[in-house]
């Protein structure tokens, strides 16, 4: 569904992704992992148009992301983006964030947007939260509705840059669990993460970047149980207890 092919990406003078190769399946979940720096969450970007790239390709559903292209917009419909921060509309309920882009952007029918949009607060676990504004919310509770946002638009993946990074930690599990019932409903799902539980348990693949290049690509159980490189090793090391990485 989502294909990249000798991705490059540059600030300047500073190479940010040298050569990405990279394929996800319809209905695969891939985390990527790495230090800070390494490239992630500008690779997300990339996919959902919000960046150019200077070489390479990225094809959504075999349509070429091209951020000054028209099709961008078809694009970003069918791959959502959910960042660290939620980005809610301050002056809207939670109800009212849901219903924003299937109405102004997809051009549905008000009533019919409302329902879904009810469908998915409820599927999120905030019925009860539904006419509550952003700032009366907790953080997990606002990323649970930015992610409701995200499904309104009825993509064919979604892609998470660090969703739980701005979290108090009592409320990332919440968040996760979302995560996980999407990923066991066959949601495809790139998602930049350091919760190696949550990798562990639910990705198909696992990612590893370091200055730009993915280092190391496998099974979660192959990459983050026995790591074949040297920089994987050391990253995981610094995560996780040392009897859970094979040196």
């Known amino acids: 569904m989502i294909e990249i092919k000798a991705l490059r990406k540059s600030y300047g003078n500073t190479c940010v992704l040298e050569g990405i190769d990279l394929q996800v399946n319809s209905g695969e979940v891939v985390c990527l992992i790495g230090p800070s720096g390494s490239g992630k969450s500008t690779l997300l970007r990339c996919i959902n148009g919000l960046e150019t790239y200077e070489g390479g390709d990225i094809l959504v559903s075999s349509e070429r992301v091209d ?38 952007v997809k051009k549905e029918n008000p009533q019919e947007a409302r329902e879904h949009a009810r469908q998915l607060l409820e599927k999120v676990g905030l019925s009860h939260r539904i006419n509550a504004f952003p700032d009366e919310l907790s953080g997990g509770q606002q990323q649970r509705v930015a992610i409701a946002r995200a499904l309104a638009m009825r993509p064919k993946a979604i892609l998470f840059d660090e969703p739980t990074s701005a979290l108090d930690p009592e409320l990332v599990g919440e968040v996760l669990a979302v995560m996980r019932k999407l990923a066991d409903e066959g949601m495809t799902m790139v998602v930049v993460t350091h919760e190696m539980g949550f990798a562990r348990e639910v990705a198909d693949k696992v990612c590893f970047l370091y200055g730009g290049r993915i280092v190391e690509e496998g099974p979660a159980h192959e990459v983050l149980g026995a790591p074949k490189h040297a920089r994987t090793q050391d990253f995981l090391r610094r995560l996780l207890n040392t009897d859970e990485v094979s040196a």
């Open 67 to 104: 951020r000054h292209a028209k099709s961008i917009h078809e694009i970003r419909t069918q791959v959502a983006m959910v960042f660290q921060r939620f980005n809610l509309f301050p002056h809207r309920t939670a109800l009212e964030n849901v219903m924003e882009g299937p109405i102004y």
